[in-house]
């Protein structure tokens, strides 16, 4: 296994860890006279796992552009899964606003202050990913420019290994989320 490849599974490894020790505290810090149960989850929060969710369908497409050796296609589809990461971003801001209006911050209930720090903590997961697609449409944006550059893109087994681990990270992340949605439904 490549260095690289330990690495992202090691992080995917101790960041599920995180978020499984924050929400079984985010669960347990729930009362039974919660205020919780009076809020319902922010449509902008259900509109991002949407989109969110519908970016792993678009990732999936990111490898089989690249081995087809469509370049133009690959890069479209990357910046398409960027795009969608960038709006489940301005989404959750949009959610957090949401939260505060009705009442869910960070003073008060303890359970209020781990809902932020559980979508906030994600969102900074979610930024890592974003920046490695940056970098991966440079990558391809340059190689696009150049034959030779290219031909080495898309031939170089260690090119393909960093964008499976992009696309594994990426589905992890997808699944972070879904878990915690499902998580915040059940609480809200």
Not at 56 to 76: C, M, Q, R, V, W
């Amino acid at each position: 296994m490549h260095p690289y490849q330990t690495l992202i599974y090691l992080a995917m490894f101790s960041s599920g860890l995180v978020f499984f020790f924050l929400t079984t505290a985010f669960v347990f810090s729930q009362s039974a006279n919660s205020t919780f149960a009076q809020n319902t989850i922010p449509k902008s929060f259900i509109v991002s796992s949407l989109i969110l969710f519908g970016s792993a369908f678009i990732s999936e497409k990111i490898l089989p552009a690249y081995l087809s050796h469509n370049l133009k296609k690959t890069k479209s589809t990357l910046l398409l899964t960027l795009i969608l990461g960038l709006s489940f971003a301005f989404l959750q801001f949009l959610g957090w606003n949401e939260l505060a209006k009705s009442g869910v911050d960070f003073s008060g209930l303890p359970s209020g202050s781990f809902l932020y720090l559980l979508s906030g903590i994600h969102l900074v997961h979610l930024l890592g990913a974003m920046i490695y697609a940056i970098v991966l449409l440079s990558l391809i944006h340059k190689s696009q420019k150049d034959e030779v550059k290219a031909l080495v893109l898309l031939t170089n087994p260690y090119q393909r290994m960093k964008l499976e681990l992009f696309i594994v990270y990426w589905k992890f992340m997808d699944i972070v989320w879904l878990i915690l949605f499902g998580l915040f439904l059940w609480v809200l």
